[in-house]
C-alpha cells in the first residue's frame, strides 16, 4: 500500500492502481522468482550518527511512479460538509460515497519516454504527398485518395503549382514519416519515389535527422503494402504506447 493521505475518512475498500510501468523494480520483477537475499547493511558510523537531523538518502531506481490512481469508499466525509452548511437544529442526510483519482501527472511520466521512443509525432498523419518538378494535382489527389482509402493517414498541398521545397516544409511541420515524391517520369513507368523521415530530441528540442538519402523508388500499384510493411507504420499503427 502506497497511500499515504486520506486513510482517516475512508470506512469501507481502499483500492489503488499500479501498472508494470509504474511499478517499483522489486515488484516488476516475476513472482515465480525466489527474492535475492538481501545484502547486509553497512554499520553506521559515528560521524554519520552526529548529524540527526540529515534524513536517510533514497535509492530513486527503486521506488517506482507508484500508483497512478487510488480511491475507495468514504461514507462520512461529504456528510461533514453538509452538516454544517445544514441549518441549526436540523439533521443532515447520510451521503455514502465512492470515488477514484487519477495521477495525470503519474500517467504522462510513463507515457512521454514512449512517446519519445515513437517520434513524438505531432499528428497520426503517416504520408505526404509531394510532386516534383510540374504540379501533378490530379495525379497527387488520386494517390491521397487511394491511400485514405486504405486507411494510411495522408495529406497534402491541394495547389497545382508548388515549389517541392515549400512542399516538404509544410509535411515537416506536422512531423510526417514518408514522403511521396510523384515525378513526370516516374510516373511514365509507374514508379514513385519514397523517403522515410525521423525526427529525434537534440538539448530539449524536436529537430529533423539530417539524411543524405534521397529515398528509394516504389512501384505505384505496391505502394500501400510497402507502407503497411514498414516498422514505422507498424509500430505506430497498433497505437501501444506503453
Not at 68 to 91: H, P, Q, S, W
Not at 220 to 231: A, F, G, M, N, V
Request: with cysteine; charged share 25%; glycine share 10%.
Amino acid at each position: 500500500m502506497s497511500l499515504a493521505s486520506g486513510l482517516d475518512y475512508y470506512t469501507g475498500i481502499i483500492y489503488e492502481a499500479i501498472v508494470e510501468a509504474s511499478a517499483p523494480p522489486a515488484l516488476s520483477a516475476n513472482a515465480t522468482e525466489s527474492p535475492a537475499p538481501a545484502p547486509p547493511k553497512p554499520k553506521p558510523s559515528k560521524k554519520a550518527k552526529a548529524d540527526d537531523n540529515e534524513e536517510d538518502g533514497v535509492d530513486e531506481s527503486q521506488v517506482g511512479v507508484g500508483s497512478i490512481a487510488a480511491g475507495g469508499r468514504y461514507d462520512n466525509l461529504v456528510g461533514m460538509f453538509t452538516a454544517a452548511a445544514a441549518a441549526e437544529g436540523k439533521k443532515a442526510p447520510g451521503l455514502p460515497c465512492i470515488g477514484v483519482s487519477i495521477g495525470l501527472d503519474r500517467i504522462f511520466a510513463i507515457v512521454w519516454p514512449k512517446w519519445v521512443e515513437k517520434r513524438m509525432q505531432s499528428k497520426e498523419t503517416m504520408v505526404y504527398v509531394l510532386a516534383a518538378g510540374d504540379g501533378l494535382l490530379e495525379e497527387r489527389i488520386a494517390l491521397v485518395q487511394e491511400l485514405r482509402e486504405a486507411g494510411i493517414k495522408t495529406d497534402f498541398l491541394a495547389k497545382r503549382k508548388l515549389k517541392l521545397t515549400a512542399q516538404f516544409m509544410a509535411g515537416e511541420k506536422d512531423e510526417v514519416p514518408f514522403a511521396v515524391i510523384l515525378g513526370g517520369d516516374e510516373l511514365k513507368e509507374g514508379l514513385v519515389t519514397v523517403k522515410e523521415q525521423k525526427w529525434e530530441f537534440v538539448d530539449g528540442k524536436k529537430t529533423k535527422v539530417q539524411s543524405a538519402d534521397q529515398g528509394m523508388k516504389v512501384r505505384r500499384d505496391e505502394l500501400i503494402s510497402w507502407i503497411k510493411q514498414t516498422p514505422t507504420y507498424q509500430g505506430w499503427s497498433s497505437g501501444r504506447l506503453i
